[in-house]
């Protein structure tokens, strides 16, 4: 059978709907209109090449900006970026998981402070305001208390840089057994007292721990940036070597409580996949992750 044409009436009646969803939601709690920019992270690009041909894959399929790690070479980045017209959504630190700053030698962290610093000045020069940082770890022989104090000490020294070029450090919620509850971040934050530090806040990270949408309350406009990823509450299979990361929608992340409370904290801009490299393979993969990214913020 032939499809028919929608009635005008018909027609006029579907699109005033969604202009009246679009402005319920631009006034719920006095929120502004949605606007999340979707971006991907670099170290998750499947796409095998050169840097230029992971961001043509990325822009191909329908992503507007990429997260860069620290240290890659800046000629390069740039001229992906200039190829392309995709943008820098953050910059995530490069030395922080191996060189963290709450590494009992000084040694240890002093390289974690220059890769800290290296990461800003990349941020600076790639147009990006926001450098993604994992603060500490607390394990093998590492205290909460030690990992707050040291890292504070040693993030307090990039303050003067970041505020300087514009940059934020962003601290971002991870498995490190540092930070677990949005209280806890919160207080971490206020150690800083600065404009200058603020939350990456990680979805699927959270939602680990407790209900992601709580931490966005908690948090509030102290969020400078997202990193999109899911979840999964089922137990992990004990004979498994590791546990895989469900795609976008197929977790357990309670999306559209997520995106209510972003509303509410009037958070707006970059929101970074952080999704497995195989769900960003080449052009096709990197699509139906970019539209699953679509749904949600549509939720």
């Not at 740039?78 to 922080?96: E, M, R």
């Not at 934020?168 to 404009?195: C, H, M, W």
Request: charge should be positive; include cysteine; hydrophobic fraction near 45%.
């Amino acid at each position: 059978m032939k499809n028919s044409p929608i009635p005008r009436r018909t027609f006029l009646h579907i699109t005033g709907c969604t202009a009246a969803t679009t402005a319920l939601r631009s006034t719920a709690w006095g929120a502004p209109p949605r606007r999340l920019r979707k971006a991907i992270m670099y170290s998750t690009i499947g796409v095998k090449g050169s840097v230029l041909e992971k961001f043509r894959a990325m822009q191909a399929a329908g992503f507007e900006g990429v997260e860069p790690m620290g240290a890659m070479n800046r000629d390069e980045v740039l001229a992906a970026f200039k190829a392309t017209g995709l943008q820098a959504a953050s910059v995530c630190c490069h030395t922080h998981w191996v060189k963290p700053l709450s590494a009992p030698d000084e040694a240890t962290r002093s390289v974690g402070l220059a890769g800290l610093v290296q990461s800003v000045q990349d941020a600076h020069a790639y147009g990006a305001t926001s450098v993604l940082l994992v603060p500490g770890v607390a394990r093998n022989g590492v205290s909460y208390e030690q990992c707050f104090e040291r890292s504070v000490a040693e993030i307090k020294k990039v303050i003067p840089l970041a505020q300087e070029l514009g940059v934020k450090i962003a601290i971002e919620n991870v498995g490190n057994d540092f930070i677990r509850t949005p209280e806890q971040a919160v207080a971490y934050l206020a150690a800083f007292n600065s404009p200058a530090v603020g939350w990456h806040f990680d979805i699927g990270n959270a939602g680990r721990v407790g209900p992601a949408e709580r931490w966005i309350q908690v948090l509030g406009q102290q969020i400078v940036r997202l990193h999109i990823k899911d979840f999964s509450a089922k137990p992990p299979d004990p004979a498994a070597k590791a546990t895989p990361r469900v795609k976008l929608l197929d977790g357990d992340t309670n999306w559209p409580a997520v995106m209510r409370a972003l509303d509410h904290a009037g958070y707006q801009g970059w929101a970074i996949s952080e999704q497995p490299g195989e769900q960003a393979a080449d052009v096709a993969t990197a699509r139906d992750l970019a539209q699953r990214m679509d749904r949600i913020f549509a939720s």
